[in-house]
């Protein structure tokens, strides 16, 4: 075995997890901006807000398993919905539905679109409107809008 | 016990099935986002919407394409329901049909008179079992 062939089996071995890593991204986060309306204590309220979206696995337009987390700014879990329905609309869109009820009472619905990328799958913007019911009685409805990602 | 207060009972026994089974239609226009086979399509179209029960009791919410509601597209249990108002209030209508089969939510406002509800607006999250979607946007008023 020559030496070429041996630097050839190293290189390849240390490019792995670097074709890996890009291949699958793992969870990322999106800056996002919600209106719409919180209901709760007999009370209606306009809300427009800052959110953080994650996605467990990265290269959402390419998952057919993912989950959705929605945060608040300072990142407090709102409700966490696991991936329904996914289908590319083309290569570089998509629509999306994310679904949860965790028989405690918080049942919720998320359905929007997306931009992605068409080579990594990860989302480069995306839209949509969540319905949120919690055990606590409130309920609330939101359109959402991705921002920038998250670098971390 | 006087025989009134026994037709009173009997009265008031007569009188539970026909509230519980209190029945009001509407319709209105409904604004769609319909993911289904791989496009999006953004539609308007009349909606019809039933609603079953009492506001304050158990309710349920049928929402569909014809006013015979042959063509359902949603049947959602109420949730949460309050008032905000004598005359207006909120509420919440949940779908699970189980795993691979129709989900949804609905939120929304209403408008009411006397505890029945005069008209409503609302939004509809719903998947169903063929793995299409929807996103509703409900006006309704209540039909004569």
């Known amino acids: ?152 | 016990m006087s025989y009134k207060a026994i037709i009173l009972g009997l009265l008031l026994i007569l009188c539970v099935p026909a509230v519980s089974s209190a029945q009001s239609d509407y319709s209105g226009q409904g604004s769609y986002q319909a993911f289904i086979n791989s496009t999006v399509k953004k539609l308007k179209q009349i909606v019809y919407l039933r609603m079953n029960g009492a506001l304050d009791l158990a309710t349920s919410l049928t929402i569909a394409n014809d006013p015979q509601f042959n063509d359902v597209v949603a049947t959602l249990q109420m949730k949460d329901y309050f008032d905000t108002s004598a005359s207006a209030g909120a509420f919440s209508f949940v779908q699970d049909d189980g795993p691979n089969s129709n989900f949804g939510v609905f939120i929304g406002t209403f408008k009411s008179k006397a505890d029945v509800i005069t008209s409503f607006t609302g939004t509809l999250t719903e998947i169903f079992a063929d793995g299409s979607f929807d996103i509703v946007t409900i006006k309704a008023k209540a039909l004569k």
């Open chain 1, 1 to 152: 075995m020559s030496y070429k062939a041996i630097l050839l089996g190293i290189l390849l071995l240390l490019a792995l997890p670097a074709v890996s890593s890009a291949v699958t991204p793992l969870e990322l986060f999106y800056h996002a901006t919600a209106s719409g309306t919180n209901f709760c204590n007999n009370t209606a309220t306009k809300v427009k807000e800052a959110l953080i979206i994650g996605f467990l696995l990265g290269d959402v337009a390419f998952e057919s398993n993912n989950v959705m987390a929605i945060e608040d700014a300072q990142s407090n879990v709102i409700a966490s919905l696991q991936q329904e329905e996914i289908f590319a609309t083309s290569l570089t869109s998509g629509g999306f539905m994310y679904t949860r009820n965790d028989s405690l009472g918080n049942i919720s619905a998320f359905a929007g679109t997306f931009q992605n990328d068409a080579n990594t799958g990860v989302l480069t913007s995306f839209t949509g409107t969540v319905n949120l019911t919690f055990q606590n009685g409130c309920f609330e409805t939101l359109t959402i809008k991705s921002g920038k990602q998250i670098i971390q």
